[in-house]
Antibody
Framework: QVRLQESGPGLVKPSETLSLTCTVSGAAINSYFWSWMRQPPGKGLEWLGYIYYSGSTNYNPSLKSRVTISIDTSERQFSLNLNSVTAADTAVYYC??????????????WGPGTMVTVSS | DIQMTQSPSSLSASIGDRVTITCRASQSVSVHLSWYQQTTGKPPKLLIYGTSSLQSGVPSRFSGSGSGTDFTLTISSPEPEDSATYYCQQSYSTPYTFGQGTKVEIK
């Protein structure tokens, strides 16, 4: 059973960089693709991107190169950096495992989420 | 980007009534369609992947069907704990996209 836990600041100032880390337990870091999603208050879900243990990444173009996902396999962690944030980036941020074997292409385990507010 | 459109946006049903939620993709996603359940303050939970495969531990009253652009999530005999918001999501091509959600109330 994959367990995921997000960590990072709950408040970020406009124009600064949002940085979150997701710690993985219960699964080998090379077993999945690792992904970030977000959900603004009262709204739907947005996929931000994923990373494989090799370091290969895929990002949502809507974020216009503001997003970077990195991985530290020795620490069993992967991280999200989102720069030049505005109030529109206020959301609950989730990390998730993305299963990609056979017919399975889905986010099968999620962290509890962490609320990040962008405000001065 | 592939747009995912769910209907209805919300519904109310009685315990034991059959509940059906539809999801339409703006282009074919083959069978790469998943369904998630989200209750207030919790992360989404995977119910169905690959259009119709039931995730381990999910009750058999949940089922999925469809292919191409039109998909359905059915709750055959819903229980009060099935009150939640349900999202479809395509993994056919990036950027992966979600439907806007269907809020389900079971009374």
């Amino acid at each position: 059973q994959v367990r995921l836990q997000e960590s990072g600041p709950g408040l970020v100032k406009p124009s600064e960089t949002l940085s979150l880390t997701c710690t993985v337990s219960g699964a080998a870091i090379n077993s999945y693709f690792w992904s970030w999603m977000r959900q603004p208050p009262g709204k739907g879900l947005e996929w931000l991107g994923y990373i494989y243990y090799s370091g290969s990444t895929n990002y949502n173009p809507s974020l216009k190169s503001r997003v970077t996902i990195s991985i530290d396999t020795s620490e069993r962690q992967f991280s999200l950096n989102l720069n030049s944030v505005t109030a529109a980036d206020t959301a609950v941020y989730y990390c998730a495992s993305l299963g990609m074997t056979g017919i399975m292409r889905a986010f099968d385990s999620w962290g509890p989420g962490t609320m990040v507010t962008v405000s001065s | 980007d592939i747009q995912m459109t769910q209907s209805p946006s919300s519904l109310s049903a009685s315990i034991g009534d059959r509940v059906t939620i539809t999801c339409r993709a703006s282009q074919s996603v083959s069978v790469h369609l998943s369904w998630y359940q989200q209750t207030t303050g919790k992360p989404p939970k995977l119910l169905i992947y690959g259009t119709s495969s039931l995730q381990s531990g999910v009750p058999s009253r949940f089922s999925g069907s469809g292919s191409g652009t039109d998909f359905t999530l059915t709750i055959s005999s819903p229980e009060p704990e099935d009150s939640a918001t349900y999202y479809c999501q395509q993994s056919y091509s990036t950027p992966y996209t979600f439907g806007q959600g269907t809020k389900v109330e079971i009374k």
